[in-house]
C-alpha cells in the first residue's frame, strides 16, 4: 500500500523557518517526482515544489522561489521542504505528494497519491 507521510508543521512567526518531512511507503523514490502542494482556507490548493528523482532536479512555484528548497534522503524514503523567511500568507495545510510518470512539474492531475496534510501558521 502506498502511503504519504507528512511531518514537522507547527507555529511560527513571521521571518522564521520549518522543514516539513514527508516519509513514503510502498514504493521507492526512484521513478517519481515527489510534490508539495498548499492549501489555505477558502482558497484552491496550488503547489510549492517538487523534486524529481531523475537527477534530483527541482522546480518551484514563484511564491517559493528564493525561500524554500526541496531535498531528499532515498536511504529513508523521505523529502524534506525546508522553508525560510515564511510570511503570513504562507498559512496553510501542506501536503507531499507522489508523481508516478515522474515530470517534475506541479500538475495536480499528475499526483497519483496524496499524503494527509501538516499544517502550517505563520502569525505576524
Known amino acids: 500500500e502506498v502511503q504519504l507521510v507528512e511531518s514537522g508543521g507547527g507555529l511560527v512567526q513571521a521571518g522564521g523557518s520549518l522543514r516539513l518531512s514527508c516519509v513514503a511507503s510502498g514504493f521507492t523514490f526512484d521513478d517519481y517526482t515527489i510534490g508539495w502542494f498548499r492549501q489555505a482556507p477558502g482558497k484552491e490548493r496550488e503547489g510549492v515544489g517538487c523534486?524529481?528523482?531523475?537527477?534530483?532536479?527541482?522546480y518551484f512555484a514563484e511564491p517559493a522561489k528564493g525561500r524554500f528548497t526541496i531535498s531528499s534522503d532515498n536511504a529513508k524514503n523521505t523529502v524534506y521542504l525546508q522553508m525560510n523567511s515564511l510570511k503570513p500568507e504562507d498559512t496553510a495545510v501542506y501536503y507531499c505528494?507522489?508523481?508516478?510518470?515522474?515530470?517534475?512539474?506541479?500538475?495536480?492531475?499528475?499526483?497519483?497519491?496524496w499524503g494527509q496534510g501538516t499544517q502550517v501558521t505563520v502569525s505576524s
Open positions: 523534486i524529481s528523482s531523475r537527477g534530483g532536479s527541482t
Open positions: 505528494a507522489a508523481d508516478p510518470n515522474n515530470l517534475g512539474r506541479l500538475w495536480n492531475r499528475m499526483y497519483d497519491y
